[in-house]
């Protein structure tokens, strides 16, 4: 009786059931949050809160409020809405990866968005197919989905609508799509809708935190916050490593005087500036954006003459290692943003900041080594100089 079908032609429902969370999505918290960031401050999100959803981790999702960006638990959100841009092909022409055509595009058929270029998309069809089209050949349909999560009945219930009612059986698997007021919003195969009361689910909702008094031990202050689930586990094992972070953001970093630099260092981070704001585009060295060590290598290797690597991890083997004291402009510096080693890259330019193309904020920014997200995903440093 329920799947995730939709009113959704069938080929645009396989493309939609293999889709990932990606640059902001929209989630609702289903429990209370309340996270100390490492400056101090207070973070709170209520139930029922709307909030963006910038990154996924393993187990959790990166969200932002403020300046602040946070690691929340993935039980504690439901995501409700996925940034996936899907498209219908209008026109017939090729399909292309690395210059080769893989096949010829089918009026009518439908894709979703892999990397969006100046005059092209990489493209992924509902047969697997991936590859490089003409805009002209595509046209957009759409730029979000509603998402839905299988959720189990926990006990045989009833739901009804303004016309309908339905009978759920214990066990059964219904598709959630939003949660309002302590109901969960479920979604039938025919796309009509039903409110389900939150304790009729299979999902813990409605939680509270239970907040504890600042001390001034240094034992105490590791603690960020306790919760009375099973997230607290997370939780205090990142506050494990406070008081190292603590230390690193308090490192007074080498002298940062550019009119002591060399003319290579002044050339470096004067580039680096000039493309403040050009676009995050994954495997893009400056045709039409960057991602994080396409940026590096642009400016490095094509407009310096520098000899560096093109990844970030190979990058991060390319210099001298330094340690983090010693940092001075142009020297790199290295991420764990993916959970498996070096994942990110971006150029310090003093001060204990760094320039970067963020496929978070999408576009090259600057940004503090002792940012919360940041901080707790340095990895090493390099100079290539």
């Known amino acids: 009786m329920w799947s ?36 101090g401050n207070q973070v709170s999100f209520a139930i029922g809160e709307e909030v963006n959803v910038i990154e996924k981790t393993k187990d959790s999702y990166i969200v932002k409020k403020g300046k602040a960006k946070l690691t929340i638990p993935q039980s504690k959100i439901l995501l409700t809405e996925v940034n996936v841009p899907t498209y219908k092909v209008i026109k017939q022409g090729p399909i292309k990866k690395d210059g080769a055509v893989l096949r010829n595009l089918f009026i009518g058929e439908y894709a979703v968005e892999v990397q969006n270029n100046k005059d092209s998309v990489v493209i992924r069809c509902n047969d697997g197919t991936v590859g490089t089209v003409s ?65 009729k689910l299979a999902i813990e909702t409605g939680k509270k935190v239970e907040k504890t008094e600042e001390k001034d031990s240094e034992e105490n202050s590791l603690s960020l916050i306790k919760v009375m689930d099973e997230d607290s586990k997370e939780i205090e094992k990142i506050a494990k490593s406070k008081a ?19 003319e290579t260092v002044n050339r470096i981070i004067s580039s680096a500036y000039s493309k403040m704001g050009t676009t995050y585009v994954y495997g893009a060295t400056g045709d039409g954006g960057y991602d994080c060590s396409g940026f590096v290598y642009a400016i490095y290797k094509n407009e310096m003459g520098i000899s560096i690597p093109r990844s970030s991890s190979e990058q991060a083997n390319a210099g001298r290692p330094i340690e983090k004291l010693e940092l001075r402009e142009g020297d790199l510096v290295f991420f764990n943003t993916s959970g498996s080693g070096v994942s990110h890259v971006g150029i310090y330019i003093g001060g204990g900041e760094f320039i970067h193309a963020s496929s978070g904020a999408g576009k090259v920014v600057i940004s503090s080594l002792s940012e919360d997200y940041y901080a707790e995903r340095y990895l090493s440093a390099a100079r290539v100089l």
Do not use: W
């Open 135 to 199: 805009k002209d050949s595509i046209e957009k349909i759409a730029s979000t989905r509603e998402n839905e999560t299988k959720v189990k009945v926990k006990a045989n219930t009833k739901v009804k609508n303004d016309k309908e009612v339905l009978d759920l059986k214990a066990g059964e698997s219904v598709n959630v799509v939003d949660f309002n007021n302590g109901d969960f919003i479920i979604k039938d195969d025919n796309g009509k809708k039903y409110n389900l009361p939150a304790e």
């Open 244 to 262: 190292k972070i603590k230390a690193e953001k308090e490192m007074t970093y080498a002298p940062q005087d550019l009119s002591n630099a060399s």
């Open 4 to 39: 995730i079908k939709n009113k959704l032609p069938m080929g645009l429902i396989a493309l939609c059931a293999v889709s990932i969370v990606s640059l902001k999505d929209t989630g609702i918290f289903i429990n209370e949050h309340i996270q100390k960031t490492y400056s």
